[in-house]
């Protein structure tokens, strides 16, 4: 019985002994984690829908937003169910308050079926300028499947609109969310789409004016003459659904 007591007792010294640290290990992650965390909110990012409400948009050329953009899940979307010609009773396009240079844009988005819309940055809100494309360039968002637009090849979506074609097209179906990534800058653009660069072309010189003069926005003087501005998510009369929209300046 003796042996046996000296036995137990060992054991029972030895949890004793592993219990500490087990604990400390324990403290360890979760310190790891929580340091993580920091860093995924600290790093830049500012978030320009809090998914919940509006705040930070407007209607281009007016104040306050139309009833028919709308957010639920988390989502902003565009309710069509009042449509007015292309675009929708008390919907339009809308502009983020702020304007931006020189920034990295991250939003997922998707479509309705057979629908069409755009992410139009670098845009000019003045009176001068009826819609946002009258300033700024377009990264399309389309069914690339039914849409009379996917026909021509600079319409697709992730396209530079009516200018540069995506390298390979990687769109997902109506319905399905999409991730789209904007890298803009005084001389050069970049467009992603689902984690592949598609679009790079130089927004500035003389190749970019030649550019233009050969488009559907030769005629607009103003046109893709800004390298910075603010950001606009289309009312082209078809149901669209944003979230997840942040942006990242960076170093000029």
Known sequence: MQH???VTAFFSLL?????PTESATAKTDVTTDATSVEQETNDGWTTLFNGE???????YGAEGIGSAWKVADGAIYLDVSDKDGWQT??????????????????????IGECGNSGIIYNVQETADYEYPWKTGPEM?????????????????????????SVREENVKPAGEWNTAKLVVTDGKVEHWLNGEMQVSYAN?????KAMIADSKFKDMPDWGMFTGG??????H????????????????
Request: glycine fraction near 8%.
């Open 230 to 235: 603010k950001i606009s998510l289309q009312d």
């Open 15 to 19: 949890l004793v002994a592993c219990g």
């Open 89 to 110: 009773n008390n919907g339009g396009d809308i502009v983020t308050d702020e304007a931006y240079e020189n920034y990295e844009l991250e939003l997922d988005w998707k």
């Open 140 to 164: 399309q968002v389309l069914d690339n499947t039914c849409h009379p637009d996917a026909e021509i090849t600079t319409h697709r979506a992730g396209d530079l609109y009516d200018m540069v």
């Open 237 to 252: 009369g078809n149901p669209v659904w944003f979230r997840n929209i942040r942006l990242r300046q960076l170093s000029k």
């Open 53 to 59: 409400d509006l705040t930070g948009w407007h209607k």
């Open 4 to 6: 046996t007591f000296l």
């Open 204 to 208: 500035t010189g003389d190749d970019w």
